[in-house]
């Protein structure tokens, strides 16, 4: 599968070019499903998308399809609300052990002056960050599993009917793109729908949060939210179209990438992945063999510099 990751759309895109970068590789222009559940009750405002490559885009309309299986299956709705309600205190318990692990490294990384001595400390201290995101994330795969061995969603006749809607829609069109909002709700509807198992292997355009589930690990990042300086959170599993990377949409608003001490535990800390600001005409490709960023587009590196690709 080709999947190409975009940085932000909504002022200067170049959505168009990576299309017609993909009809060059299938010989053909196709009709584009497309993904915009992450704009939720503004989904279906898809006319200046639809302008922008051409007339060629078809909405799947995911949000809009789980609203009408919750008003169909109130028990699945139930299900579902009673499964956020644990992700989100199982997230808030993660957070409070991440603030403390995260203020270690920093204090081992301030009071360690001797370069033999800080260096293997500080090292441990970071493993033990990464550890505790490993943990987290199983966690977080066990409630999912649970919720799917009991309510088994794809067996359900309402869930069913709009599958098979969306696989019809598909059929219909050569790639697949996935727009930004709300990252998760992107995520758990289109997982709702498996709608990347109905597309199969043909290729994916990505940008903003829809970018970020294309990873692993869907992380979370803001180094200067309204409450003060925060610090990146691994928030679910990804749909692993893209292995490797964190992509980071609006890097240059949300991270303090003049910060050398973040940017370098950032790196360090989800390293072998890279993390790639993704901001305004930024591009990353993967083939399904390698990755390749593309000029412009700046890496964030273990030394705590933002290197250019």
């Excluded at 609300?81 to 301030?110: G, I, N, P, S």
């Excluded at 690990?217 to 939210?225: A, E, I, K, Q, S």
Aim: hydrophobic share 45%; proline share 5%; net charge neutral.
């Amino acid at each position: 599968m080709h999947v190409i990751l975009l940085g932000p759309q909504r002022l200067q895109p170049t959505l168009d070019r990576a299309v017609a970068d993909v009809d060059r590789l299938l010989g053909g222009r196709g009709m584009l499903a497309v993904v915009t559940a992450g704009w939720e009750e503004r989904e279906v405002e898809i006319q200046e998308l639809d302008q922008h490559v051409g007339g060629r885009a078809l909405n799947l309309e995911v949000f809009g399809r789980v609203e009408d299986i919750f008003a169909r299956d109130p028990e699945l709705l139930g299900a579902m609300r009673a499964r956020h309600d644990t992700l989100r205190e199982l997230h808030d318990l993660y957070r409070v052990r991440l603030a403390h692990a995260l203020a270690a490294v920093r204090e081992v990384a301030e009071r360690a002056s001797r370069p033999e001595l800080r260096a293997p400390a500080l090292e441990a201290a970071i493993a033990a960050v990464r550890a505790l995101d490993v943990e987290h994330l199983a966690a977080v795969d066990r409630v999912h599993a649970e919720f799917e061995e009991r309510f088994a969603p794809q067996e359900r006749d309402a869930v069913r009917r709009h599958k098979r809607e969306i696989a019809e829609i598909l059929a219909l069109c050569s790639m697949l793109c996935i727009a930004g909002g709300h990252v998760g709700v992107l995520l758990q509807r289109m997982r709702l729908f498996d709608v990347l198992g109905l597309h199969g292997d043909r290729p994916v355009i990505a940008w903003s949060a829809g970018a970020m589930v294309c990873a692993e690990r869907v992380v979370l990042f803001h180094d200067r939210p309204p409450q003060g300086p925060g610090d990146a959170e691994v928030y679910d599993r990804g749909f692993g179209l893209v292995p490797g990377v964190v992509p980071l949409p609006h890097a240059r608003r949300r991270l303090a990438l003049d910060d050398r001490q973040r940017v370098a535990l950032f790196a360090r800390r989800f390293a072998p992945a890279r993390g790639i600001a993704l901001d305004e005409r930024t591009r990353v490709d993967f083939d399904g063999r390698r990755l390749t960023v593309h000029e412009g587009t700046r890496v964030l590196g273990v030394d705590g510099g933002v290197h250019a690709a």
